[in-house]
């Protein structure tokens, strides 16, 4: 398992979850829910968290279908991580995200909250979720989780 802290990214059309693991990379909590923007305010929000927090590599959720096929959401978020690693200039993985948002509702609906209070923490959920599979599957298998970025833009 390598060392250091990753930080896991929801990327939606409106907010973006971010969450963060520990040093030995066991355990993601949430950070916080970052505004979508169109000027790029989004990525450099998370190039301070990821400075502040020493980040050296950004997990970034990618949305499929059940079936395994892409789809508008998942080229948003491929596009969304290839700004994001050319922003901050920390590598960018893409892992699937599939149920990730629908895990993330259970969890809030088992822990008591409804669905609009829980509204500004969902996509933190999502985030810890996305980031808590990728570091399992890393201690599991030995190799890092998902497909770096550039791997995963068309040419």
Known sequence: MRAGVRLGVDVGKVRIG????DLH?????????????EDAADRRRIGEIVTELEVFEIIVGLPLALSGAQTASTADAIGFAAALEAEVGVPVRLVDERLSTVSAHSALRASG???????????????TIILQHALDAERASGHPPGTPVESNIGP
Do not use: I, M, Y
Request: glycine share 4%; net charge positive; charged share 20%.
């Open 18 to 21: 971010v969450s963060r693991s």
């Open 25 to 37: 990379g066991v355990l993601a909590t949430p950070v916080e829910t970052v505004a979508r923007s």
């Open 113 to 127: 909250k409804n669905s609009k209070s829980a509204r500004p923490v969902v996509d933190q959920v999502a985030a």
